[in-house]
């Protein structure tokens, strides 16, 4: 398990997070949901850095020190500067044992050196979403969510419909009745792709970035016990 400790953070806002990210290294965060207040706090940008760094953190439960008390958490958002390597904001999502809550894991593709579709057809593998939410309890929470590529054929694609069901996890309503491509084998021909399988994709992945948005709310909704999206905006 991933550990972080923290520091209670007494003034929000205004110059005081400014003074503390760029003199004193230190990243604001917001601890919030379950039946707690939330809480402001600071994380050391270094020690930030090493845990982002690591595998699947967005998948993590993730063990935070404040004042020798502890707490188990996931990584909600973190906001990061445009151009230097350096954390603006974290917010941080209280995990309850026993109850759901919703986070981002990455879509992983496994037999891609097997694909008939490339190995046999040409083509050339398109992965279109790279994460993707699911919602599960704490101790149930998958590494990744893996679409095996063997025998997935030129033009053909792999919606979230085409999963197996899982007992330990979900997804959000919305994100099953959106089904979107999570990836796909685009045609070649004469060297070049198909211009219609490269639009259409395009498509696909434009929609489902706005999916994303939409179901954030969908997300908090099934995990309720664990969110508290309005103390949050309070807070900051």
Request: hydrophobic share 40%; proline share 4%; net charge negative.
């Amino acid at each position: 398990m991933i550990n972080l400790k923290v520091e209670k953070r007494e003034k929000v806002g205004g110059l005081s997070s400014k003074k503390a990210i760029k003199e004193d290294k230190k990243v604001p965060a917001i601890i919030y949901g379950g039946d707690k207040e939330p809480m402001p706090v600071f994380l050391q940008n270094n020690e930030l850095i090493k845990i982002i760094s690591s595998e699947n953190v967005f998948g993590s439960v993730i063990e935070i020190d404040i004042d020798n008390k502890k707490e188990m958490v996931v990584f909600k958002e973190v906001q990061k500067h445009p151009s230097k390597n350096i954390f603006t904001h974290v917010d941080l999502l209280r995990v309850i044992p026993g109850k759901k809550v919703a986070v981002t894991v990455p879509v992983d593709l496994a037999n891609i050196d097997k694909c008939y579709g490339v190995k046999i057809e040409g083509g050339v593998i398109n992965h279109v979403m790279k994460e993707i939410s699911v919602i599960a309890k704490a101790d149930s929470i998958p590494e990744s969510i893996v679409v095996d590529m063997e025998e997935i054929k030129s033009k053909e694609k792999v919606r979230l419909s085409s999963l197996q069901d899982n007992a330990d996890y979900d997804f959000p309503s919305s994100l099953k009745t959106e089904d979107p491509v999570l990836v796909s084998v685009l045609t070649a021909r004469g060297g070049a792709m198909l211009l219609e399988d490269e639009l259409e994709e395009e498509v696909d992945a434009e929609a489902q970035e706005g999916d994303v948005a939409a179901t954030d709310k969908e997300d908090d909704k099934a995990a309720e016990e664990n969110n508290s999206e309005d103390s949050e905006k309070e807070a900051e």
